[in-house]
């Protein structure tokens, strides 16, 4: 089983910054992609950003040059870096993670329990 552990939301004014961290423990085979959603209620839950083992970085659009997500895959953590918040920004923000033994075994997909985040003069 793996738990993940989100931390960093909060309260933040517009304009501001947040940095959300996320951490994996448990049995962890070789993790392929780590990434971060969000979720207001009522609505779909998106992806904000995706950093696979290997490939390319994946942003929202309406995140992109403001975050950033970064991974150590060492430490099994995984962090994401918020400036110029809005509003919009508003929602609990979810840690993804999915493994897998070995490349021919079935993928393992877990999530964290969220963090809130509130961006708000």
């Known amino acids: 089983q793996v738990h993940l552990m989100e931390s960093g939301g909060g309260l933040v004014h517009p304009g501001g910054s947040l940095r959300l961290s996320c951490a994996a423990s448990?049995?962890?085979?070789?993790?392929?992609?780590m990434a971060w959603y969000r979720q207001a209620p009522g609505e779909e839950r998106e992806l904000v950003a995706a950093?696979?083992?290997?490939?390319?970085?994946t942003y929202a659009d309406s995140v992109k040059g403001r975050f950033t997500i970064t991974r150590d895959n060492a430490k099994k953590t995984m962090d994401l870096q918020m400036n110029i918040l809005r509003s919009a920004d508003t929602d609990v923000y979810y840690c993804?993670?999915?493994?897998?033994?070995?490349?021919?075994?079935?993928?393992?997909?877990?999530w964290g329990q969220g963090t809130q985040v509130t961006v708000s003069s």
């Open positions: 993804y993670l999915e493994h897998q033994r070995n490349p021919s075994d079935a993928i393992y997909r877990y």
């Open positions: 448990g049995t962890i085979f070789t993790i392929n992609t």
């Open positions: 950093k696979p083992g290997r490939g390319t970085t």
